[in-house]
């Protein structure tokens, strides 16, 4: 029998279209694998630090921390109980060269990093590292984080005053003597250095993007986390930023 005209090309496009559905599955599959082995990464039971800041009559404070690409770690402390403001910046570094573009060169000092404005009556500045150490990023990675590579990723802490200074540094004495991890912990502490948002369209990604592929497998997995490790610090609904907290 013949077969009708225009059909003969129906064939290939047939099997075409079985190899990119398999394609399709094999990627996803990998994805999947991908962003389970993230998860395993960015999960850690470590202990509570023993040295935190004393309770007193403040309302709000700031804290300044490094870990990575600034999307995952905005979008894990938007989620935590007790901050009201997470925004993503730049510290370490001059206001001249705060810029995505410039800071992207590795030439300016600043690491891609979050400012967190926090209830102190509702969660320690201690608590917020062990959250930082746990859940957010690997301590042990030397400037960079996962995919992303350079000084402007690297594990870094901005302590606004001396005491946070104090209780960072002891916190990571405890963590390397307890050998929480495999590897020795790379966390820099960088006193007197100041903050700067970044661009309006870095903030609130993870919230906007949670399609986007780098979104799936490099930072869900540590909101996840987040809500499996410290499940009473876990709010649903992210605290966003508006776009006036990001004028300078």
């Known amino acids: ?59 709000s404070e700031v804290a300044v921390l490094a870990g990575g690409c600034f999307w995952g770690v905005q979008g894990v402390f938007q989620h935590v109980v007790g901050v009201t403001s997470a925004v993503s910046g730049y510290a370490g570094g001059s206001e001249a060269t705060a810029h995505y573009e410039i800071v992207s060169t590795d030439t300016t000092g600043h690491a891609e990093s979050v400012r967190i404005t926090f209830d102190p009556r509702k969660i320690s500045y201690g608590r917020l590292l062990q959250i930082y150490f746990s859940v957010v990023h690997d301590p042990t990675e030397l400037d960079r984080q996962g995919p992303d590579v350079g000084t402007q990723y690297r594990s870094a802490i901005f302590p606004q005053s001396q ?86």
């Open 1 to 59: 029998m013949s077969r009708s005209p225009g059909r003969p090309a129906a064939a290939p496009f047939v099997r075409w279209g079985v190899r990119a559905l398999l394609a399709m599955m094999l990627l996803m599959a990998g994805v999947g694998l991908w962003a389970a082995a993230s998860a395993a990464t960015n999960e850690r039971q470590i202990p509570a630090p023993l040295l935190d800041e004393p309770a007193g009559p403040r309302t």
């Open 163 to 248: 005491e946070q200074a104090r209780v960072a540094a002891a916190y990571i004495a405890q963590l390397g003597q307890a050998h929480v991890f495999s590897a020795p912990i790379v966390t820099r502490i960088e006193p007197g250095k100041a903050f700067y948002p970044a661009e309006a369209y870095h903030q609130n990604y993870l919230t906007e993007h949670p399609d986007s592929l780098y979104i799936a497998i490099n930072d869900l997995p540590k909101l996840a986390a987040l809500k499996r490790v410290f499940p009473t610090l876990y709010r649903p609904d992210p605290v966003l930023v508006a776009m006036t907290d990001t004028a300078r």
